[in-house]
């Protein structure tokens, strides 16, 4: 390779971008774009989810127990990051992600044993918890502190934004093919995800260190502070985002293309949400903002208990816009307080304990509690509980 080619890519790696523009922008858009396609190949399950039940004749519990398979493979691959990423890299962990899950993803609609799903949907989440510990120190690394407000903003839009579309690309899959064809395609486009990926990223190696930092992190209470407020937040936003077909198809009665659409239009205020977090912490502080955002996302997580179709479709709107606006936050916070070298892992033990209680625990309870009482019962106890917690990001002494 002809020498200033070399200083090009060495530019391109070690260069904080200290703005939005350029060169800073395409990578940030693309790295949105594949955090965007890594959501979208877990929230599929969410719209077919009712189909999968009735194909297989089963339960709410029991067709809700998929998406906590996921968490499992998902908490398990975030706990082992420290691990891979040393010797991986961040690159190649975004790659194998990606790789790994098309894979999955091709082999899943072979399955004609509902407890199949259980391992491929276990699989599926382990690929997919390779993302988010890499990348998060990729982009520490690439951006300046000024601007990561309006990075993780950006950022974090991309799953308000999935949530949005996944409902309608299953539905217009499903136009013309079975349920098991949504996954074909969405293994399909993992797959190329992978492949821009290796050409089109730039490595930043981790600092040479101890491999699992547990101690240290474990030993600070933002850490356990951060994990509590993940865990309501995760399980209001995407345990109830998985739940919402299943308590509109089956306890309010809704054609189940009616309830994707209802699902889908929710989840369109989040993107904006999503982008204006960065504006919303430089006006009123990051602590305040959490706060704010965390107590009207219980609050509005309550109001999802009524049963005027018309209001439902208004809660499910605004709740959804608010929760999708803490996420940003949580990464901003979880910066501020951890070292370069300790940040992925953080964000990996924050993720485990979130996605392991929110997206699978929440999920499950929700569908027992619509098995034996009703899904509208668990959805308000688990506002009640959110709304309570936001009290302890006022013990955040890091973030003031």
Sequence with gaps: MPCFLRRARVEWVVRRFPSLKGRGLFLLLFIWFLWFTNLTSRTIFAPVLPLIEDEFVTTHARASSIIMFIALGYTLSLLLSGLYARFLGYKKSIVVCFLGGGLVLLLLPMTGIFETLYVFCFFLGGAAGFYLPAMLPLLTSLYEEKV???VFSIHESAPALSNFCTP????????????????????????SCGLAAWFLLEDVKPKQGPTFLFKPILKKSAFWIISILWFFLVGCNI????????????????????ANTILGFSRLGGVLAALSTGFLVERFGLRRSMFGVMLATGL??????????????VFLFLQAA?????????????????EQEMRGQAA???????????NGVVPYLLG??????????GIVVLGILTSIAAGLIWCLKELR
Excluded: Q
């Design 148 to 150: 990561w407000g309006r």
């Design 168 to 191: 309608f690309i299953a539905l217009f899959i499903l136009s013309f093919f079975g349920w098991r064809a949504v996954f074909t395609a969405c293994g399909i486009f993992s797959l």
């Design 239 to 258: 345990g109830v985002y998985y739940i919402v077909p299943l308590y509109l198809t089956k306890e309010l009665a809704m054609d189940v293309h009616y």
């Design 300 to 313: 509005l997580t309550i109001a999802l208990a009524v049963k005027n179709p018309g209001m439902l479709m």
């Design 322 to 338: 608010v929760s999708f606006a803490f996420f940003p936050m949580v990464l901003v916070s979880i910066s501020r307080t951890f």
């Design 348 to 358: 990996a033990f924050v993720i485990t304990l979130a996605t392991i209680g929110g």
């Design 368 to 377: 027992l509690s619509g098995d034996l009482m009703s899904f509208s019962v």
